[in-house]
């Protein structure tokens, strides 16, 4: 669950929102073999919010960056409350809309 949960360590302390998720990831993943499974759904949700991110900072010079900025941002905060409650449930959650890079 706090794999999940700490991505929104971010809006504290910028950057470790992305750095905590991976850290807590590497340390536990080999200690429990569940871990690593939602570690990978985690760094998959956040290297593609980083692509999308880019994206949507690109398309802001057309105007239509702005509200999927505003999207985005809200889906940074949803996702990882989702998964942390499917977690703490014992359910594994991919992150919709996460390009499946680690398998």
């Known amino acids: 669950m706090f794999l999940h949960l700490s991505q929104l360590a971010g809006y504290i302390i910028p950057l470790v929102g992305l750095i905590a998720p991976i850290v807590i990831w590497q340390m536990k993943k080999d200690e429990y073999p569940i871990l690593d499974e939602h570690g990978k759904a985690v760094v998959n949700w956040i290297i593609s919010e980083l692509i999308y991110g880019a994206i949507c900072f690109a398309l802001v010079f057309i105007v239509i960056g702005f509200?999927?900025?505003?999207?985005?941002g809200i889906l940074a905060v949803i996702?990882?409350?989702?998964?942390?409650?499917?977690?703490?449930?014992?359910?594994?959650?991919?992150?919709?809309?996460?390009?499946?890079i680690l398998k």
């Open 67 to 72: 509200p999927m900025l505003m999207v985005l």
């Open 79 to 100: 996702f990882p409350i989702i998964g942390g409650i499917k977690a703490n449930n014992g359910e594994l959650w991919h992150y919709p809309m996460a390009i499946n």
